[in-house]
């Protein structure tokens, strides 16, 4: 097998386009829970529809938002990651197992006793939510901001780099949709194995791009004849 | 997705991610998971176990303790044989004991001679706020302050004092400044011919001249320093390297041990025998507990009865064992292999025989739950309380005197934080659900990882504000702490 084969074809959902998404979430069928504010239901549907069409499930859980275990985090071994060389010659150094980490709301195992806006920071900068203050980041400027001075990265494979790109209001409703529209599911997944700088020398702007993005268009683009 | 990694999902087998230019191996190889070998300081010393001096009493007074304690620069050995530049209460590290008696009233002159500001908390005492030491009253350089206090009834106990300025804490411990407090029962239970040792247990790292290697918080070592603590590779015991504990064959010895280390979290054994575990952070259980091996989390004390079970002429050691307290991305390397502290030197038979000890020590009176005003959830995670750091001018709990309160601390990371409150001790109910099975004073509990603890507290005396925070010294003066404030009853409104 080739290694572009490799990825899973499920990953090409990312590809979805977003006007789709969104009208998913505006004509979706109407609340049937009565005393539901109809725009936070619609924020948790739109959350919903983005955590399906980015295959949030992929790696933490689930087959579908019916499946048992959907977006528990990983149950089996073979469904860690092995991050650096020995993703090639397993008993190459270093190694690190990273885990898809529980999604749902239980305050164990989960995120339950993380806020919507730690969830947000974690999607938008990629930042550890355990080890990030519940605080509103203004500045992609270490120490700045309240950007932390040593920030701590979640785990690779995780891709946050490109989903930093969604809206805010998109972010904000998969951690709607992840706080407030998930049961809580006790699953204790082992924490993520990484480098003591957090990954943080692996996603510099070199690395990983500017956020938010050059204006359109930069050198590489051009506006629609 | 990060383009530098190459990444592979085991149950594939296959890769996701193949871009091959690595330098985030060299990156991630560099830095020191490896823990640095104390094999340069391993000198095993002859010395027998020294005890700190005791601060002299300067009051005639019956009942009053009244003694000059001072904080200044040193030149001392921190680590033994290289005298370097260090800080020192009374010009000695570990500090002078302040020794005391349940009921005492206690005045501390106190100089700080730093050329910095500080304060001196006095780990777990009950005591009035503006007393207590903590960052919100900090005493300049050059300036005096008296620390006026009485020690509670009922409070007999090992107990310590230490630093505790803003963000400079684990500075002015790694630079000399910790010391043991005792204070005492006139009716104590257990036997008073029992020989007493006190072990004040610190480590430290060091540069090749013998002053502290304090590491640069943007280096690596700085970082893990910032994770983990700052977990030193030498191990002394009252400043000694690998003392020497001289114990008669059938003797029993009552050792009050107290961990002043910034990190480190001691798995105190006796290989070979076992241990009776008489009292902790408060005092005395009310009967003894048999253990192979104790946990020590940083700050907490523990009083042991070592028994003299060997012939003359044997030897045993006194050991920390491997435990996993860290973090999966800085555990050191190192971390599973035990380490000796000091060593226990059989010299002769006792010509005494041990004295009988109590099987009940004492009454321990649960704090009573039926009228608890608060249930509190406080969340630890990495640096933060609450997803919160500290701020000075905030108040994050808010009681009144003469509530009881029930605090879960709920750790959801993957790292033991020593969880602490300031003047007021508290019981343990349970962890995990699991009930304590033995009850007894705490001022600290070391909540493990995704650990839930569930303590009761009786704020019953003393309003103000209070410190709470991990005792981990590195979190701590990284704003892992927070203020509890307790007000005044209400006033009875006039019929």
Partial sequence: MTISSSIRFRHLIWLAPLGAVLALAAFGPASSSRGVDPGARAQLMLGRSLVLNHDCGGCHGGADPGAPGWLAGMTRPEQEFLIGPCAFNTSAKPCFHTRPRNLTPDNATGLGRFSERQIFNALRFGLRPEDTPDVSITSMTQGKGNFPLHPHYLAPPMPWPGWRYMSDAELRAVAAYLKRGLKPVANKVPDSEGPPDFWASEYTVDKIGRYPAPAFPTTNEMEPK | MPRQLRVVRKSLGLTLLTLLASSAFLRASAPARHWPSAGRFAGVSADTLTMPVVLKNISTVPGTVEVNLSAGPARLALLPGHVTNAYAYNGSVPGPTLEVHEGDHVIIHFHNDLPEPTTIHWHGLHIPA?????????????????????????????????PHPDVRTGYQMAMGLFGAIIVRDPKDPLPASLPEKLLVLSDNRFKPDGSPDISDPNSTQGEIDQENGREGNVLLVNGQLSPVINIRSGETQRWRVINVSAARIYRLAIPGQTLLHVGDDGGLFERPREVNDILLANSERLELLVRGTRPPGSRA????????????????????????????????????????????????????????????????????INGRTMDMNRVDIRSRLGATEIWQIENVVTMDHPFHLHGFQFQILDRDGVPEPYRSWKDVVNVRKHQTVRVVVRFDDFPGKWMFHCHILDHEDHGMMGILEIQPPRPRRKS
């Fill in chain 2, 317 to 384: 050691s006194l050991q920390t064992l491997p435990y996993d307290r860290y973090d999966p991305h800085t555990r050191p390397e190192s971390w599973d292999v035990a380490r000796d502290l000091l060593s226990l030197r059989y010299v002769d038979a006792s010509s005494q025989p041990s004295p009988a000890l109590p099987s009940r020590m004492r009454t321990v009176v649960p704090i009573d739950t039926t009228h608890v005003l608060h249930h509190r959830v406080l969340v630890l995670s990495q640096g933060l």
């Fill in chain 2, 130 to 162: 503006a007393m207590d030491g903590s960052p919100l009253r900090p005493i300049g350089a050059g300036k005096r302050y008296d620390y006026v206090f009485t020690i509670p009834r009922g409070s007999a106990g090992t107990y310590w004092y230490h």
